[in-house]
């Protein structure tokens, strides 16, 4: 059944089981109670004197907007001015530091939020951009049932607490896709966006490609383009030669010199280095990952398989395919999660379909008690439910 034939406002065929719902409403509310108690014990501290604890991850992006903004946007890629910046937002010295490794694209960003006072600019970021993942969460799963489902998925917390950038690219990739059939050009456009963070969209060239799908293949072109052009004037050539410095020496230094908490990187990748494995033997094991998901895509979008099929096989790919994933980027698994949810309530859930759903949850809820990469776990297993669904509709054709 294609995307077209199943609009926002068609009826429901099987209901979401009452068990699945309680437990919905239920991490809805402790998610909710944690963040409120977190913030009353100043565990959560997001504010100048609110507490001398550690900072959430935003005030590098904060710190990085008001040095663009004071007309040095290359002091961002520059440790210690920028680490200086940092604990400026916050009132206080503090150990440890969050480094600027994105692209200068992302500047526009930073900027914005950098012209409000850090808690303000915090509190919009992280709740504006939870509206944008609901929205688009909903209009994958094509009910209002969708706004629970995008609530309730563990990942949300690790984005409230470390008012990182889960949601936006959960908000880039879903909305893309939702809107990919009925208005490619814009659907386009917001790829063009997600190259703020360009490890999570390498495989959409190749389903856009395999697909067919020109005309948002060129607009994510364009967009990008014109984004990249767009901050070589504002913020110049220095700051992208020294986004570019960085991202040798800094992702090196990360990744292979032993300066990394391997288990907190949710990738094959982080998970063979936690098991002991040299840093060979993990690069090998992501490139086998990588090139296994790229064919898994192209051959998925080449194929004469239903929408949903394809969209939840490229965002669960997607996660697959990058060495460079952490806990609050899996906010992009409810895009591939809400594509099932879809296909279940209209056609009916494939025995214990629901129950791998929430095994893969699940994972992610215990990340903070096993401090291990069960998140790639957890995208191991939905892919494995997507590949289920594919074979079961294959074989019901034939």
Not at 181 to 203: C, E, N, S, W, Y
Not at 296 to 320: D, M, N
């Amino acid at each position: 059944m294609a995307l077209d034939a199943m609009t926002p406002g068609h009826r429901a065929g099987t209901p979401l089981a009452r068990p699945v719902e309680l437990v919905c409403f239920a991490l809805v509310v402790g998610q909710a109670v944690y963040l409120a108690t977190a913030y009353v014990q100043g565990i959560w501290v997001i504010a100048p004197g609110g507490g001398h604890g550690v900072p959430p991850d935003f005030v590098n992006i904060w710190a990085a907007g008001r040095l663009a903004l004071s007309g040095h946007a290359a002091a961002a890629y520059d440790w210690p001015a920028h680490k200086l910046m940092e604990e400026n937002a916050v009132g206080h010295s503090f150990n440890g530091y969050y480094a600027w490794s994105y692209p200068p694209t992302f500047l526009f960003v930073a900027t914005a939020l950098s012209l409000l006072p850090y808690a303000a600019a915090c509190f919009a970021w992280t709740f504006g951009t939870f509206l944008t993942y609901l929205a688009a969460v909903r209009a994958v799963v094509g009910e209002r049932i969708g706004y629970g489902l995008a609530a309730a998925f563990p990942a949300v917390l690790s984005n409230f607490v470390d008012g990182q950038n889960g949601f936006l690219t959960a908000s880039l990739i879903g909305g893309s896709l939702a809107l990919l059939q009925r208005r490619p050009i814009f659907a386009g456009a917001l790829l063009g966006l997600l190259t703020v963070k360009p490890h999570l969209g390498l495989l959409f060239p190749i389903a856009l490609a395999a697909g067919g799908r020109w005309r948002a293949f060129v607009s994510a072109g364009l967009v990008a383009a014109l984004l990249a052009a767009a901050s070589w004037l504002c913020f110049g050539g220095a700051s992208w030669q020294a986004f570019f410095t960085g991202l040798g020496t800094d992702s090196h230094a990360f990744l292979t010199d032993d300066l990394a908490d391997w288990s907190k990187l949710q990738t094959a990748f982080g998970l063979t280095r936690t098991l002991g494995g040299s840093a060979t033997l993990a690069w090998t094991a992501q490139i086998v990952v990588a090139l296994a998901a790229a064919v898994a895509v192209a051959a998925v979008w080449r194929s004469r398989a239903g929408f949903e099929l394809k969209a939840a096989a490229l965002g669960t790919a997607t996660l697959l395919a990058t060495p460079y994933l952490y806990i609050y980027d899996l906010a992009i698994l409810a895009v591939p999660l809400g594509y099932l949810f879809r296909l279940g309530r209209a056609r009916g859930f494939l025995p214990h379909e629901e129950a791998g759903i929430g095994g893969a949850c699940l994972l992610i809820l215990i990340f903070p008690l096993l401090k291990a990469p069960v998140g790639f776990l957890a995208v191991l297993l939905v892919a494995a439910l997507i590949a289920r669904r594919a074979l079961a509709a294959r074989s019901s054709v034939t």
